[in-house]
């Protein structure tokens, strides 16, 4: 995938993430997206190391979907620890 398709595909898996753990977060549009991107590549990374998988295969391929929003859920939980504490 190019670069521009890991930031949309970032920008869309940071906002689903959001819509999946409601609460009020420090971060805006910005930060959403790049957790949404480092979450995509934490959740490709995750379903090669844990399930010997090539889970990101493509755009449209929903293993790729599946591995953003769940590895960016995972740095958003860690966000939020870390935001709250300051």
Do not use: Q
Not at 18 to 45: F, N, Q, R, S, Y
């Amino acid at each position: 995938m190019g670069i521009l398709a890991w930031i949309l595909l970032g920008l869309f898996a940071g906002i689903i993430a959001k819509m999946l753990m409601p609460g009020k977060d420090p971060g805006g549009i910005i930060v959403t997206t790049l957790i949404g991107i480092a979450g995509g590549l934490l959740g490709g990374w995750l379903g090669k190391v844990i399930f010997d998988v090539e889970s990101v295969d493509g755009f449209f391929e929903l293993s790729t979907w599946i591995a953003a929003i769940v590895g960016s859920l995972i740095l958003l939980a860690i966000f939020r620890l870390f935001a709250r504490r300051r």
